[in-house]
């Protein structure tokens, strides 16, 4: 059995022929690792690699933000904005929403949600679990049985915002 390496450092990299590559040196002890580092950088950049540039995220096209008009709520700017699933919304830039804390920790409350965009197919799909189960808590008296995904998200949309 290899004795555990306990430090690494992973270099994000151009070969010289422009293929990103991910390069991860380790060593037991973090003095090592520092000097391996010291060396292998003049041997990269020698051997014709160039620094990559680190991406986080898992590679999603940063999304731009669109300003589209002032809040109706207070003086703010509204801001445009796509979700995954490629339906859009505008909300107030001082609607902040806390991943943590799950709740808006901004000075003002103002979202509009955008229609979903759904594909035909998805869309006369039955509503999804977690539609059904959003409309039953928000809204009974709108939910039917039988609903297609396309009629909930037209529920949904059209009454959050309110
Ligand atoms: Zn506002």
């Known amino acids: 059995m290899q004795p555990e390496m306990t430090s690494s450092v992973t270099f994000t990299l151009i070969s010289p022929s422009g293929f990103p590559i991910l390069f ?12 391996k580092i010291g060396v292998l950088e003049l041997r990269l950049a020698d051997e014709g690699y160039t620094p990559g540039k680190q991406s986080y995220g898992g590679g999603y ?10 809040c109706p709520k207070c003086s703010g700017k509204l801001i445009e904005a796509t979700k995954k699933d490629g339906s859009t919304f505008k909300k107030c830039e001082n609607n ?4 943590q804390l799950k709740k808006n ?7 509009e949600w955008g229609e979903p965009k759904l594909s035909p197919e ?11 189960k959003l409309i039953k808590e928000k809204f009974p ?3 039917e049985d039988g609903m297609t995904k396309a009629q909930a998200s037209q529920v949904i949309s059209s009454n959050m915002s309110k």
Not at 96 to 99: G, H, I, Q, T, V
Not at 105 to 111: H, K, L, N, Q
């Open 24 to 35: 991860t040196v380790r060593d037991m002890e973090e003095e090592q690792l520092l000097d």
């Open 105 to 111: 920790v901004g000075s003002c409350d103002f979202i």
């Open 61 to 70: 096209p940063k999304k731009e933000k669109k300003i589209v008009g002032d």
């Open 141 to 143: 008296f709108l939910w």
């Open 96 to 99: 902040k929403w806390d991943f």
């Open 122 to 132: 998805a869309a006369m799909q039955e509503a999804s679990p977690a539609q059904e």
